[in-house]
């Protein structure tokens, strides 16, 4: 069964940090590349940063570079998202997601597995 579980989010003031985790299972990790989203209240699902297969190329979106960094261990199954200097417009639904193409990394439809998400709260 595949999974993918994100956690660390939580309630943080302006200018906190956080670290975004997302456990893998049931499928071949190592193979996909992995992304965070994030949905926030009455938008789309955006893309904020991912990285490739091998952990060898990231990108980030510019809103969050410089502040923001995703990483992953293929030995552990494990993506992480650590973000810094956060702003209340960071509030949202975070989620990982694999996809199998980097250049289909853009567009939630071409995702293979998603998890549930984790909320951000960014409020003093």
């Known amino acids: 069964q595949v999974q993918l579980v994100e956690s660390g989010g939580g309630l943080v003031q302006p200018g906190g940090s956080l670290r975004l985790s997302c456990a893998a299972s049931?499928?071949?990790?190592?193979?996909?590349?992995m992304s965070w989203f994030r949905q926030r209240i009455g938008k789309e699902r955006e893309l904020v940063a991912s990285i490739g297969n091998s952990g060898n190329v990231m990108s980030h979106v510019d809103s969050v570079r410089g502040r923001f960094t995703i990483s992953r261990d293929n030995a552990k199954n494990m993506v992480w998202l650590q973000m810094n200097s956060l702003q209340p417009e960071d509030t949202a639904v975070y989620f990982c997601?694999?996809?199998?193409?980097?250049?289909?990394?853009?567009?939630?439809?071409?995702?293979?597995?998603w998890g549930l998400g984790t909320q951000v709260t960014v409020t003093s």
């Open positions: 997601g694999a996809v199998w193409s980097w250049s289909d990394r853009w567009d939630v439809n071409n995702y293979a597995y």
């Open positions: 049931g499928f071949t990790f190592s193979t996909y590349h």
